[in-house]
């Protein structure tokens, strides 16, 4: 079965440059999720999207920005870097079709970006 | 959504049942409980979920008692594979499609 495909699985970028994950969701499924973990650290919530709207945002920094396109994949854009950056970025996907709290989210691999 | 009381760590041996619990005693009526477990670094992985039934299947087995208040994540027969940090989500509320929120999960470990 198809999964949720991120790429690049990783990325290194030095402080102050730009980065984009990309994030290609399971074949009909309507909303993306984004998550962020530091080391050591639980995933942390950062942004959703529904049909290619917003539809959540968590603690994701201004610098950050994301968006989902006409065939679903979604795209996290980071500007900036700082070193606390580096961290593991999952891409989660879902479907709608039984409602919100009834459907599961399937994760991606993740892109493992670090900032040197 | 309804925060989740897990412990931070089990021993398990290998080839027995491993029984994890999870409190949840503020849930809410309409909020589903799920299970996602994590092996090292890789992508969070959905086990199973339900609402008030026990559901089954071909990973785990979700008893969730009567009152909702808690849940226990059965694995009839641990492997070493089943290694991982398991985390108990409640789902339902708090934002207008519901995200996982993962709090402090359970690391399981499946000794040989």
């Known amino acids: 079965a198809a999964g949720v495909i991120q790429s690049p699985r990783h990325l290194i970028k030095e402080k102050r440059e730009t980065a984009t994950l990309k994030c290609y969701p399971i074949?009909?499924?309507?909303?993306v999720y984004w998550y962020q973990q530091g080391p050591g650290q639980d995933p942390q919530f950062l942004i959703s999207f529904y049909e290619k709207m917003q539809s959540d945002k968590g603690s994701i920094p201004d610098r950050f920005s994301a968006q989902q396109f006409s065939d679903y994949h979604s795209e996290l854009n980071m500007s900036s870097l700082e070193l606390g950056d580096s961290a593991l970025y999952f891409c989660a996907s879902s479907s709608t079709d039984r409602g919100w709290r009834n459907t599961e989210a399937f994760f991606g691999q993740g892109t493992r970006l670090t900032v040197v | 959504d309804a925060k989740t009381t897990q412990p931070p760590s089990m021993d398990c041996a290998e080839g027995r049942a491993a029984n994890l619990p999870c409190n949840h005693s503020?849930?809410?009526?309409?909020?589903?409980v799920y299970w996602y477990r994590q092996i090292h670094s890789q992508g969070p992985q959905y086990i199973i979920h339900g609402l008030k039934n026990n559901e089954t299947n071909e990973m785990a087995s979700l008893i969730i008692t009567e009152d909702r208040k808690s849940s226990t994540l059965i694995l009839p027969h641990a492997t070493l594979r089943d290694t991982a940090v398991y985390y108990c989500i409640v789902r339902g509320s708090g934002g207008s499609n519901y995200k996982l929120t993962f709090g402090k999960g359970t690391l399981l470990t499946v000794n040989p």
């Open positions: 503020t849930i809410s009526g309409n909020e589903y």
């Open positions: 074949p009909r499924h309507d909303t």
